[in-house]
């Protein structure tokens, strides 16, 4: 049952703050550690670990990329995150060193499944971050981590990507703590800023006010770019995937940097960038960026960090998210960019749970 909202995909953005609290609170032991249940290696196998591929398509690659870095950053050990069916024909130099991360929701997904099989006959470990529970990749897995979103029944993942990330996180933090790639009070601190994002995520829900104002300026468009540096690169394709599928708006995301090699030739008066400026150490580079677009009369619409007013000066539109640590913020970041994709459908008057020759789980390759 849609439980009093008007499609699934709504009542998932808002089941987000249960999912984030479902999958990492409920794993939280009584000295604050978090529990991997499901994933069994030891420091050895960790050290024997010289490569993590993580390996997923669409939404769940998109997560995919952001646990790149959280396992860079903890853990040091060099991450690949690839699209299964690119990896699958690729040389990938998968052996028995490497850890292969699969990430699915569905955890039915073709391509996923056969890089799944592929990467073992290699003897390489495999861990599968999926929602369900019994599915192929569950049951082929090594090891498994599931995510607590709940039933994900709207075609646009949602919810299973911001449980994925919180999942991805939650791993790096105990790897790098098993191996010692950490600090224990690095670990700790940063699990207690991961309890905050259920709260912050309910904050962006409870203030949609300039989300829906944006989506009204952009439902007549035909193109939006979004745009983004480091993790917010990453976001930007889960935002420009989640607007092209849902109102049928074509969307790319773009670098930031990327801009002057080419794709500023296509801004022109009028041209709708959402511009999400997250991240500390990218803001002023991504604030010169969108002076660059808004010189060439793009509307801007940008996506920053409560305290960074400065985006103002560049922007025709900002919605401000609640002050969050720089890895963490996509879990908070995203979900403004789902609603207004949310909005711009149910502007169009289409169907935003079934977007047109899309299938929830894509079981052919
Ligand atoms: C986009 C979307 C798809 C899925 C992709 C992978 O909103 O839902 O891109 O993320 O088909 O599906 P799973 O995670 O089930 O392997």
């Given at each position: 049952s849609k439980g009093g909202y008007d499609c699934f995909m709504l009542k998932e953005i808002n089941?987000?703050?249960?999912?984030?609290?479902?999958t990492l609170e409920r794993r939280i032991d009584e000295n604050g550690?978090?529990?991997?249940?499901?994933?069994?290696?030891?420091k050895e196998d960790l050290d024997n670990i010289n490569r993590i591929y993580i390996v997923a398509c669409g939404t769940a690659y998109h997560a995919g990329l952001l646990g790149k870095n959280a396992l860079e950053k903890y853990l040091k050990v060099p991450v690949i995150t690839d699209i299964a069916s690119e990896f699958r024909y690729s040389d990938n130099f998968v052996d028995e060193h490497s850890l292969v991360i699969l990430v699915s929701q569905s955890g039915e997904t073709a391509d996923t499944l056969a890089v799944l099989r592929d990467s073992k006959a290699k003897g390489a470990k495999i861990l599968a971050i999926t929602n369900v529970v019994g599915s192929s990749i569950s049951r082929e897995a090594d090891e498994v981590f599931y995510t607590w979103a709940g039933p994900e029944i709207a075609v646009a993942s949602t919810k299973a990507y911001t449980t994925q990330i919180t999942s991805l996180y939650m791993i790096a933090l105990n790897f790098a703590l098993e191996k010692g790639t950490i600090t224990r009070e690095e670990y700790l601190e940063t699990i207690e800023k991961m309890k905050e994002l259920p709260e912050k995520i309910?904050?962006?829900l409870d203030n949609q006010?300039?989300?829906?104002?944006?989506?009204?300026?952009?439902?007549?468009?035909?193109?939006?770019f979004f745009l983004g540096r480091g993790v917010d690169?990453?976001?930007?394709?889960?935002?420009?995937?989640?607007?092209?599928?849902?109102?049928?708006?074509h969307s790319?995301?773009?670098?930031?940097?990327?801009?002057?090699?080419?794709?500023?030739?296509?801004?022109?008066?009028?041209?709708?960038?959402?511009?999400?400026?997250?991240?500390?150490?990218?803001?002023?580079?991504?604030?010169?960026?969108?002076?660059e677009v808004k010189a060439r009369g793009a509307f801007v619409a940008s996506i920053a960090q409560e305290h960074n007013r400065s985006v103002?000066?560049?922007?025709?539109?900002?919605?401000?998210?609640?002050?969050?640590?720089?890895?963490l913020v996509p879990i908070v970041a995203?979900?403004?960019?789902?609603?207004?994709?949310?909005?711009?459908?149910t502007m169009k008057g289409l169907d935003v749970d079934k977007p047109r020759n899309l299938a929830k789980s894509v079981t052919v390759e």
């Open positions: 089941e987000q703050p249960e999912g984030v609290k479902n550690n978090i529990v991997l249940d499901g994933i069994h290696l030891t309910q904050s962006v006010d300039k989300i829906k104002e944006t989506a009204e300026k952009i439902v007549s468009k035909e193109h939006v690169y990453s976001l930007a394709m889960e935002g420009s995937l989640k607007l092209k599928e849902v109102s049928y708006i790319e995301a773009f670098a930031a940097g990327e801009l002057k090699h080419g794709t500023i030739a296509l801004i022109e008066e009028g041209t709708p960038v959402i511009s999400i400026a997250t991240q500390e150490n990218l803001f002023e580079k991504m604030v010169s960026n969108m002076q103002e000066k560049v922007s025709d539109e900002v919605i401000y998210i609640p002050n969050c640590d720089d890895m995203v979900v403004p960019m789902q609603l207004l994709a949310y909005y711009v459908s």
